[in-house]
């Protein structure tokens, strides 16, 4: 069994992607070539924005944003302890500081009530993310961040295809950073990501820093990087696009499914189920970039998984404000104690739009005979 299995995913898109990818090895421009103009097009329509800019990495799109909203030394950018490294790590980058503010426990997005007290003169944007598949609560943060005339960017690199109250992520905020890292929702085959946003001033500028800052042929008004897609991984994009509804509906059909199957499996254990599945908002829908429940003895729970060959991963079991490279931020434990709680509990299960009914029988048996190993 696989974590994410991308083999049967090209089975059924082998013919598709293969001519995509024909077509440009046939006409030969590499970098930023049809396909990447055909693909942004495409995006900026599914998400609902009104630009979207095809980059080489969902870090890179986010480095992309603070810079275009000239986040400077010093400056501060809110975001969650719990989550990927590079949400934090692109803040550091800039020599800003990450401030962060605890998670929701039940949904381990940034916690909205939290936001306010964060936010001081020197914050430059507000940075949630859309953990595991799941929108945070944006209409709350993007009210809190208007009324102090504050950018938000959503890092929706978890939750490209998931709606909140009907649109979906990516559309939600000024900017929206997303990942087609090969394990996400909608993953390329090598690096990829995207922003979106409504603003055609910084749809410019986004453009202008993906090309190291250069606005006309040899002509550069400001830094940048080389932060390109490179049209192959938009040809792929393409072909997988067509598929990517029906990928997202199984998706949450599965998800559904696992917190069935554990709610049956735990039902004639006479205790409350150890196991904690995940929550979704009412106006909410995931699209489970991760399956992720929270267990007691979660290391040991994960061994004992792997021996029986079910694989598993941990999303992520050191928040951020605990990272060795943050140190200077001088946060002790206990400083947000529902990521650190949640860090220390969560384990990810097998997730992709092609796992059988099977296999997540097999995968919920593992997990119910390895949690009552260790009650
Ligand atoms: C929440 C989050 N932010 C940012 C990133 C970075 O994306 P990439 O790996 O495409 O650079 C990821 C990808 O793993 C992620 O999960």
Do not use: W
């Not at 503010?101 to 944007?125: C, F, G, H, M, P």
């Not at 943060?141 to 490209?160: K, M």
């Not at 006309?216 to 940048?224: A, E, F, K, M, S």
């Not at 991760?290 to 598993?312: F, G, K, L, W």
Request: hydrophobic share 40%.
């Amino acid at each position: 069994m696989r974590f994410v299995d991308l083999n049967t995913q090209y089975e059924r898109l082998r013919g598709a992607i293969n001519k995509r990818v024909q077509a440009v090895l046939d006409h030969g421009q590499y970098i930023l070539g049809p396909e990447v103009t055909e693909l942004e097009s495409a995006l900026a329509e599914y998400v609902g924005a009104n630009h979207c800019v095809a980059l080489s990495s969902g870090t890179d799109a986010l480095l992309i944003t603070l810079m275009a909203l000239g986040v400077e030394p010093g400056d501060e950018v809110i975001t969650t302890p719990f989550t990927f490294f590079a949400t934090g790590e692109i803040i550091a980058l800039l020599k800003a500081r990450p401030v962060f503010v605890d998670i929701d426990r039940r949904t381990y997005n940034i916690d909205s009530s939290q936001l306010e007290s964060a936010i001081t003169l020197r914050t430059k944007a507000i940075l949630p993310v859309s953990l595991y598949g799941q929108c945070a609560d944006y209409d709350a943060i993007n009210a809190i961040a208007a009324a102090h005339g504050i950018p938000v960017i959503e890092d929706g690199a978890q939750s490209f295809g998931a709606t909140y109250k009907g649109q979906r992520s990516c559309g939600l905020t000024d900017i929206a950073a997303t990942s087609f890292f090969p394990s996400k929702p909608l993953g390329c085959y090598g690096d990829g990501g995207a922003l979106f946003t409504n603003d055609y001033i910084l749809d410019e500028c986004f453009r202008e820093l993906r090309v190291h800052g250069q606005a006309d042929r040899n002509h550069h008004p400001r830094i940048g990087i080389n932060g390109r897609m490179d049209s192959l991984q938009a040809a792929i994009l393409l072909a997988k696009l067509e598929i990517f509804n029906a990928e997202v509906v199984a998706r949450g059909r599965l998800g559904a499914r696992y917190s069935q199957l554990i709610e049956d499996a735990f039902s004639d254990v006479s205790m409350p189920t150890p196991v904690t599945t995940p929550y979704v908002e009412a106006h909410n829908t995931s699209v489970y970039a991760q399956y992720t429940v929270e267990v007691p003895s979660r290391d040991a729970v994960q061994a004992t998984m792997s021996e029986c060959n079910i694989p598993t991963a941990v999303h992520y079991p050191r928040p951020i404000h605990l990272q060795p490279a943050f140190a200077s931020l001088g946060q002790e434990p206990g400083s947000f104690p529902a990521a650190e709680k949640a860090a220390e509990r969560v384990i990810s299960l097998p997730m992709h739009p092609y796992l059988t009914d099977e296999q997540q029988i097999t995968v919920i048996q593992a997990l119910k005979d390895s949690v009552l190993e260790f009650l």
